[in-house]
């Protein structure tokens, strides 16, 4: 950027194309977003990492517990043991129908916010 607004300066101090010049020798770069708002550094990961344990703080207020009740921390690992396929589709007619009649409502509703 700097050589291209020498370039565009005419590589020399002429009145008219001043600017472009001295744009060209004293250009600094621009500072990331963290610098700007703050003299500490803090990357958008961290950020992202308090957040979720805010929301997991907030969302599991005496901790989070397994399906037995035991509090759950980095070192726990669950393990699912066994997997079963249970079909495909669903199991009665009114179900069927609710599911097709709420699919409908959702299109009509998705109609209404794009025509207004």
């Not at 901790?63 to 669903?90: F, K, M, Q, S």
């Not at 179900?95 to 998705?110: G, I, K, N, Y």
Request: glycine letters at 8%.
């Amino acid at each position: 950027m700097i050589e291209t607004a020498w370039k565009l300066g005419g590589g020399k101090l002429a009145p008219a194309r001043t600017r472009l010049c001295k744009m060209g020798t004293h250009a600094r770069p621009r500072r990331s977003f963290p610098d700007q708002i703050s003299p500490v550094l803090v990357t958008f990961g961290q950020l992202r990492r308090a957040r979720a344990e805010h929301r997991k703080r907030q969302r599991y207020p005496l901790g989070e517990r397994d399906p037995w009740g035991r509090p759950i921390d980095e070192t726990t690992v669950l393990i699912v043991g066994n997997w079963a396929y249970h079909g495909i589709g669903y199991a009665t007619t009114p179900a069927a129908e609710l599911a097709l009649a709420s699919a409908a409502r959702a299109r009509d509703h998705d109609r209404a916010d794009r025509a207004a």
